[in-house]
DNA sequence: TAAACGTGGCC
DNA sequence: TGGCCAAGTTT
C-alpha cells in the first residue's frame, strides 16, 4: 500500500469515526469562533472534566468579546481562580481587547492575524480557525503527536518543537479542506479516548490495521518523551495577620487579615496571598518549625512594608504545595498586629486589609485557598 | 533550546 | 507514593 492511499485510509476511517463517537461537550453546542477559543486556552494542559464548569461559569459572565474586553481585569482573574496558569487568563483578555479594538469584536479568520493575539500559539490558532471557521490549519497537542507517532512511527523526541513541526507539515498534507475542523477534533478524541498514553484501546481503533506502531509492538513505547526534570524545592514562612472587627455592642464576630497582591508578572501573577518570604533550609523540611531568625524576619519584612508592628503567635499549619517546576513547603504563623489601620505605605507595597466577605472577592492561588479552608474548619 | 508557568487525576 | 500526564505559550 502507497504511502498516500495509507493517509487517505487515516483521514477518512478518522472521519467517520469521529462523527460517531464523539464526546458531547459544551464547545462542540457552538461555532461562536469566541467560545470556541475560550474553550482552547481553558483546555490548554487541563482535563476536559476540570475545564467543563469553569467554561460554562466564564461564558454566563462574559459571553461575548465585548463583555470580556469591557471586564475588569480582577473579575477576570477571579473567574479563572484554580484552573491554574494564570497567564491565560491576563493574556486571553488582552486579545479580546485587540479584536474589540481593531476587528470590531469579530475574531479574525486569518491565521497571521488571529495567530498574531497575545495567546495564541500554534496549537491554538489551528484550533480555533478550523473548528469555528474550517480552515484548513493543524492543530497540533499531545493527542495529535502520540497519535501521529504511533500511526507513523515517529521516534523522535515530542518535546522537540522541530518534531511538532514536522508534525504539523505533515497535518497540512492531509488534512481535508471540506473537513479540517472535524478533521482535527477527531485526531485529538482518538487521543483521548482510544490511542491513550498507556494502555490504549487498539482493538476499537477505527485506524488499527495500518497503524506502524501497532504492527511493531510498539504502541506503548511511543511518543518518546524526555522526561521533566524533578521541581526545585523552596521553604517559605507566612505571616497570617489576623485583627478582630469591632462591632456597636462592644464585641466581635469576625476577623480582617492582612493579604498582599502579588507582582504583575511571574508565578502567581496579581494573585493574592499572606505575606511570607523564603528561608534558607537545608534538607528535611518536616523539621519544620521555622525557628525564630526566620519569624523575626517576617515580622521585620512587615513593618517595613506596612508600618504595622506584628508578633508571632502560634503555628496555624506546615503545607506543601507543588507547581509545576517549584515544590514548596511553607510554615504559617499567625500574628497579632498592634494596629489596623490602613497606611500609604501599605497601599504602595500592595498590601490590604480584608474582612472576610471581601475576601472571597480576591482571586487566591490554591494554596492560600487552602489555608483559609484549614483556618475556617477550625 | 530550555525554562517558566498551576493544578488535579491516575496508577 | 511519586512520577507522569492533560486540547501549550511565552521568554
Same mark, same amino acid.
Given at each position: 500500500m502507497t504511502e498516500q492511499i495509507e493517509r487517505t485510509y487515516f483521514v477518512q476511517q478518522l472521519l467517520r469515526w469521529f462523527i460517531k463517537h464523539q464526546r458531547d461537550l459544551p464547545w462542540r453546542q457552538t461555532k461562536d469562533p469566541y467560545k470556541i477559543w475560550v474553550s482552547e486556552i481553558m483546555l490548554q494542559q487541563t482535563r476536559v472534566d476540570t475545564v467543563i464548569p469553569y467554561y460554562e461559569r466564564f461564558l454566563d459572565r462574559f459571553p461575548t468579546v465585548q463583555a470580556l474586553a469591557e471586564a475588569p481585569e480582577a473579575d477576570v482573574l477571579k473567574l479563572w481562580e #484554580?484552573? #491554574? $496558569? $494564570?497567564?491565560r487568563a491576563r493574556n486571553l483578555q488582552q486579545a479580546v481587547r485587540e479584536v474589540q479594538a481593531t476587528y470590531d469584536g469579530v475574531v479574525p479568520s486569518e491565521p497571521d492575524a488571529f495567530s498574531a493575539l497575545k495567546g495564541v500559539g500554534p496549537y491554538t490558532k489551528g484550533a480555533v480557525l478550523s473548528i469555528a471557521y474550517n480552515r484548513p490549519e493543524p492543530a497540533v497537542d499531545g493527542n495529535v503527536m502520540r497519535v501521529l507517532s504511533r500511526y507513523f512511527l515517529i521516534e523522535e523526541d515530542i518535546a522537540r518543537p522541530a518534531t511538532r513541526k514536522k508534525m504539523e507539515q505533515l497535518i497540512r498534507e492531509m488534512i481535508p479542506h471540506e473537513d479540517a475542523g472535524d478533521f482535527n477534533q477527531g485526531l485529538m478524541e482518538l487521543g483521548a479516548l482510544v490511542c491513550t498514553p498507556r494502555s490504549p484501546s487498539c482493538l476499537t481503533c477505527p485506524v488499527m490495521e495500518h497503524c506502524q506502531a501497532r504492527l511493531e509492538g510498539k504502541e506503548e513505547q511511543l511518543p518518546v518523551k524526555k522526561k521533566a526534570k524533578a521541581p526545585r524545592k523552596e521553604y517559605r514562612v507566612a505571616a497570617l495577620i489576623a485583627a478582630p472587627i469591632e462591632e456597636e455592642q462592644g464585641g466581635f464576630s469576625s476577623f480582617r487579615y492582612v493579604m498582599r497582591q502579588r507582582p504583575d508578572t511571574g508565578l502567581l501573577a496579581q494573585m493574592w496571598e499572606l505575606p511570607h518570604l523564603e528561608t534558607v533550609r537545608e534538607e528535611n523540611p518536616s523539621e519544620g518549625l521555622a525557628d525564630r531568625s526566620d519569624l523575626k524576619q517576617l515580622a521585620e519584612m512587615i513593618r517595613q512594608e506596612t508600618g504595622i508592628a506584628v508578633k508571632p503567635v502560634e503555628l496555624l499549619l506546615e503545607t506543601e504545595h507543588i507547581f509545576s517546576h517549584i515544590h514548596w513547603y511553607m510554615n504559617v504563623y499567625v500574628f497579632s498586629p498592634d494596629s489596623t489601620g490602613a497606611s500609604q505605605q501599605m497601599q504602595a507595597n500592595r498590601y490590604r486589609w480584608v474582612s472576610r466577605p471581601e475576601l472571597e472577592q480576591l482571586a487566591l492561588p490554591n494554596v492560600f485557598v487552602r489555608v483559609f479552608q484549614h483556618l475556617f474548619a477550625k
Open positions: #484554580g484552573l #491554574g $496558569y $494564570y497567564s
